[in-house]
């Protein structure tokens, strides 16, 4: 089993849509939880950590479910420049190790 | 730009040459990662340091890959005897030593072994 399961996608949606993903991770003991973006040939670059009690940042929010092993990534009122593949990342139990998902690819459709 | 930086951008070599990528992270940041990455692939973790000592090693890192980071600062990582399933984007990455530690990518090595 992955350390790390998402759903690639691709996610076609218009502009202002609301969009969810989701991930799954396999390590109960794993303590650290992001949320990257990484645009067409670029390096990844956080988007946001994930917290325990969910937290949000204008149009994004983020939820920990340690019970059921996922986290979760909603975009709202998305926008053209929100096209990007979105990479859930979860530490080892080591916590040195970091395993990223697949991806998921997102287009926002005029 | 005190960014993360990663030389050359861009290696094509003959299968069974030797490849040397180099990175050099945040001046202040004393943990740094390798990762590969194919495509429609996300990262995977190769190895880490924290500060000179590297820590822990991928079972992907076979015996022809080699890392260094032998003043706590730059990093390298060797290829020996290249294999065309090396060729991939390697990724340096950089953080501090806390809690959710967010990791900072440099824009990678892209590699083509022919």
């Known amino acids: 089993r992955k350390e790390v399961e998402q759903d690639p996608g691709p996610f076609n949606v218009p502009e202002g849509a609301t969009v969810a993903f989701n991930c799954t991770y396999s390590n109960s003991a794993s303590q650290s939880f992001f949320w990257y973006r990484q645009d067409c040939r670029k390096e990844p670059k956080l988007l946001m950590s994930v917290y325990s009690s969910g937290n949000e940042d204008g149009r994004f929010t983020a939820q920990l479910n340690r019970a059921s092993q996922y986290i979760s990534l909603l975009i709202r009122d998305s926008k053209l420049s929100d096209s990007a593949t979105y990479l859930c990342v979860v530490n080892s139990n080591t916590g040195n190790q970091f395993y990223f998902g697949t991806g998921t690819s997102l287009t926002v459709i005029p | 730009d005190t960014g993360v930086s990663q030389d050359p951008r861009h290696k094509i070599t003959k299968r069974g040459q030797n490849v040397t990528f180099r990175c050099d992270p945040i001046?202040?940041?004393?943990?740094l990662y390798w990762y590969r990455q194919t495509l429609g692939q996300g990262p995977e973790f190769l190895t880490y340091?924290?500060?000179?000592?590297?820590?822990?090693k991928s079972r992907l890192l076979s015996d022809r890959f080699s890392a260094e980071r032998p003043k706590g600062s730059f990093s390298t990582l060797e290829i020996q005897r290249t294999e065309q399933g090396d060729s991939a984007m390697y990724l340096c990455a950089s953080s501090l030593e806390r809690l959710q530690e967010t990791q900072y990518f440099g824009p990678g090595t892209r590699l083509l072994v022919l």
């Open positions: 001046s202040e940041h004393n943990r």
């Open positions: 340091f924290q500060n000179e000592a590297q820590l822990e």
